[in-house]
């Protein structure tokens, strides 16, 4: 078994929580050619994103109480365990109804794996302690989407979009044989209550906490930005701009970095800076770069880089945000960690579904819906801080469940 504080515990909780952008990031450069192979539209094939993330927060808000019942452990498993399936099942669709489907059944299964993993975080490291694990587990994570791309774009070239699937098939595998040797970090005295009043009552206390909200907003708009960039990048580098699969997968790699360099950065600080002043910082940086993209596609300055500079500023922003947002959300709440976790990401996941949705139907062949949500995202999370966290707050624990 594995040792609960260890550095590979921790290397397999980032993993967990690298689903998430594995599931998104991997088929990125490929969406073009789906569309052609379905014989879709572009819409439709931006919709497997955000039907992703809709299932993604729908399954958040079952696997996180359920974690907080059962022990993280079961859950992770019977999650890898529908993700590899679904993950087969979109390997081998043979339309993009099918496809569609394997795409929401994948979510439900991988909603476990980064929801979880940041749940077991505060299970075993404590609520200050925790950000800065989870700043070092971003930045080990961070290899994930710089890589996905590149590797989707490789196994595009050599074997067609249906193998990026199976890889992700084979990722998860790999997961529920790792699982299997974790500990359960959710100590028995911890349990809760599963009853329905007992998570209304939870979900209830959380959406009091005006912490909570200011946090979870503030993280939601960011990642909205990011999820904005992840909707429309590749119709507009590839389709618009007219880099290659390969170049495309190079220059998300520098998008990557940006988060890199924030998360790094929140590890390295958060000993020294208060969460607030990091979250001063990071909100700024990532209004500013949302900013300049919107007005450079407003103005019809079409360039690769007028669209790659700015997010990489809105990125290091967001690499910040992250950790130290999530952090915060949980910190209050150790005896519903898994609840707490669940309703940041379910909350987290739709604001980003819809940007992602009104990014494809506004898509008008140019950088301007995407640029404009990402600029809109950015002042959403920086006006969510000032305006909600930096007030007084009177946070109260999770009511006590029985177990």
Known sequence: ?????????????????????????????????????????????????????????????????????????????????????????????????VLL???????LGGAAGPVLGRAAVRDI??????????????????????????????LLLWF?????????????????VLISILPEPLASDQRQSIHPSALLATFRMLIGQRDFVGYTLTNSFAFCGLFAFLSGSSFVLIGFLGVTPNQYGALFAMIVAGFFIGSMTSAKLSRR??????????????????????????TELHSVWAVIAPHMLFMVGFGIIMP?????????????????????????????????????????GTSQSMAIAIGLAGLGSLA??????????????????TA
């Open 384 to 401: 969510s801080y000032h305006l909600i966290v930096r007030q007084p707050s009177s946070s109260s624990a999770c009511p006590a469940g």
């Open 324 to 364: 130290q947002t999530m952090g915060g959300a949980l910190a209050p709440n150790p005896q519903c960690a898994g609840s707490a976790s669940a309703l940041f990401g379910f909350v987290q996941m739709s604001i980003a579904a819809i940007a992602g949705g009104l990014v494809g139907v506004f898509h008008d």
């Open 1 to 97: 078994m594995l040792n609960p504080t260890s550095r590979a515990t921790v290397a397999l909780l980032a993993a967990l929580t690298a689903l998430g952008p594995l599931a998104t990031d991997m088929y990125l450069p490929a969406m073009p050619a789906m569309r052609e192979s379905l014989a879709t539209g572009a819409d439709e094939i931006q919709l497997t994103l955000s039907l992703y993330l809709i299932g993604f927060a729908v399954a958040q808000l079952l696997c996180g109480p359920l974690s907080d019942r059962y022990g993280r452990k079961p859950v992770l498993l019977g999650g890898m365990l529908l993700f590899l399936v679904a993950s087969l099942v979109c390997a081998f669709a043979p339309d993009v109804e």
């Open 160 to 176: 067609g979009w249906y193998s990026i699937f199976v890889s992700l098939a084979i990722y998860a595998a790999a997961m529920l």
């Open 273 to 298: 800076l208060s969460r607030h002043n990091l979250l001063v910082i990071a909100t700024m940086l990532s209004a500013v770069g949302g900013g300049v993209m919107a007005i450079l596609s407003l």
């Open 125 to 154: 490291h404590g609520p200050f302690e925790a950000s800065r694990i989870l700043s070092y587990m971003a930045s080990v994570m961070a290899l994930a989407p710089a890589l996905a791309p590149l590797f989707g774009a490789a």
């Open 101 to 107: 489907a394997g795409r929401f059944l994948q979510a």
